[in-house]
């Protein structure tokens, strides 16, 4: 069975400044998609990036980025220019015939 | 991108009644699903919600307790039937726009069971 390992539970960046969370997955598929959201004290749930497995290509949106290595199955997130509205939980997620997330990673930016 | 909402966003409810929470999308999706996500933790599928057919339950859900509907490709509810407190969790609907890629969510449902 697939699973999504999220090592830390917690972390904290100072702002402005870069912080990278990290995430496992255990999969057999070769076509497969990833995804890291976040969850803010609002709960609602926003996609921040997604990868398509079979892009060796990194993913980036604006301050997000990833480094996807497919070999190792690690997915992990990099925020740059940390801002106080990027305070959330973050999951990463892994895809093939449904959504299976992480445990969660709570990111406190510290002012 | 899809539009969800959610309703209601929270409740209080006795333990033994049932609680339905509704879920409209602003566009026709293929899929619809639902999850619950306990104080504290992750997110768990609790079914797959098909429209015009009986929905897929995940390990660990059965529909007497979590009867869900879809009557079209925007609407669907999922009730929690006979309450405890240890249904007390945030109840999350999530579409598929394109098959097989990132879920959209709604403001999910906090239950509260006393």
């Known amino acids: 069975a697939q699973t999504v390992t999220q090592s830390q539970p917690e972390m904290s960046v100072q702002e402005a400044e870069t912080v990278t969370l990290s995430c496992t997955y255990d999969?057999?598929?070769?076509?497969?998609?990833l995804f890291w959201y976040k969850q803010p004290p609002s709960r609602q749930m926003i996609l921040v990036i997604r990868q398509e497995a079979y892009k060796q290509q990194n993913a980036t949106e604006n301050r997000f980025s990833v480094n996807f290595q497919k070999a190792a199955k690690s997915f992990s997130l990099k925020i740059s220019d940390s801002q106080l509205g990027d305070a959330a939980m973050y999951f990463c997620?892994?895809?093939?015939?449904?959504?299976?997330f992480g445990k969660g990673t709570r990111l406190h930016i510290l002012p | 991108s899809a539009v969800i909402s959610q309703k209601p966003s929270r409740d209080i409810c006795q333990r033994g009644t049932s609680l339905t929470i509704q879920c409209q999308v602003d566009s026709q999706v293929t899929m619809m699903f639902w999850y619950r996500q306990q104080p504290g933790q992750s997110l768990t599928l609790i079914a797959t919600?098909?429209?015009?057919?009986?929905?897929?339950?995940e390990s660990g859900f059965v529909i007497d307790k979590f009867p869900i509907s879809r009557p079209n490709l925007t609407f669907s509810t999922l009730t929690v039937s006979n309450m405890s407190p240890e249904d007390s969790s945030i109840y999350l609907c999530?579409?598929?726009?394109?098959?097989?890629?990132?879920?959209?969510f709604g403001q999910g449902t906090r239950l509260t069971v006393v």
């Open positions: 997620a892994y895809r093939d015939d449904k959504i299976i």
């Open positions: 999969t057999s598929e070769s076509d497969y998609y």
């Open positions: 919600a098909n429209q015009g057919s009986e929905a897929t339950y």
């Open positions: 999530s579409v598929e726009v394109r098959r097989n890629t990132e879920a959209f």
